[in-house]
């Protein structure tokens, strides 16, 4: 099984909770410390950071706007995938259609399994362990098929048959290993801790640039609005929980059940 860091395996929900709370503790920590500060030297109520608070204001922008492209495409390519592994399981189980009926039953009984493994595999949500269990199953019956298809084929002298479902097991066997590394290629951590790390700076900054008495419903919406922005980057990099998910892709998946209902 592979290895998950302490943030890929974290709920996206508490990574939203904590960022909150960071950002509101950080501008209450920089504003006591500035008044703290003007109480010890009355010259120190002049600082302006303003230019520096607007610059990583942009630099927050621009790294949010960043992010949120690069979860949204991985988010595309793995629809696209599941869409993708789909068509091409399906296709492979109308070519078993050319074969005698000894061998093609063996054949859709087994690639029957297989659909029920990958689909499987996805809804063991984040139950990683599951989820690599049914790989691992998926793996071996994709093995079977794969056999079954090539064992024929040495005694059929009938190249066309063997033409045309061998190079469509192979595509169905190669895509989910696509899609496996589609779905643990994830946003890299530094980036993100990067992102955390800036959100919190900058919120203890425009603490320490604030003179008067906080406002903690303005200060509230914006750890709010940026904490939800946040979480909306790391649900959309996780395609296995949260509220953006891969269900209604997969639903094409779960569909391949219904071309083994016999007539």
Do not use: C
Not at 1 to 20: E, G, H, K, N, R
Not at 149 to 170: E, M, R, V
Not at 187 to 206: E, G, K, N
């Amino acid at each position: 099984m592979p290895d998950f860091t302490l943030l890929q395996t974290t709920s996206s929900y508490s990574i939203a909770l904590v960022i909150f709370v960071l950002i509101i503790l950080a501008y209450w920590g920089g504003h006591r410390l500035r008044k703290k500060i003007i109480q010890k030297d009355p010259e120190q109520s002049k600082t302006d950071l303003k230019t520096i608070n607007g610059m990583l204001i942009g630099l927050l922008g621009l790294l949010l706007a960043f992010t949120f492209s690069m979860a949204n495409s991985r988010f595309d390519d793995r629809r696209h995938l599941i869409n993708e592994e789909a068509n091409i399981i399906g296709t492979t189980v109308l070519r078993t259609d050319m074969y005698p009926d000894s061998v093609r039953k063996l054949l859709r009984s087994a690639l029957k399994d297989y659909v029920e493994r990958r689909i499987a595999f996805y809804q063991a949500g984040t139950d990683l362990d599951k989820a690599y269990t049914e790989y691992l199953a998926g793996h071996d019956v994709g093995a079977k098929v794969w056999q079954l298809a090539s064992d024929y084929a040495k005694k059929d002298g009938d190249l066309t048959k063997t033409s045309q479902l061998i190079p469509s097991i192979n595509e169905m066997l190669d895509i989910v290993e696509t899609r496996r590394a589609a779905g643990e290629g994830t946003i890299p951590d530094s980036i993100m801790y990067f992102l955390f790390l800036l959100s919190v700076s900058l919120a203890f900054l425009l603490g320490y640039d604030h003179e008067g008495k906080i406002d903690w419903i303005v200060v509230t919406t914006f750890a709010f609005t940026l904490s939800a922005t946040v979480f909306s980057i790391v649900d959309l990099d996780r395609p296995r929980s949260g509220l953006i998910n891969m269900d209604g892709p997969n639903r094409a998946i779960v569909a391949l059940r219904e071309m083994f209902n016999e007539n």
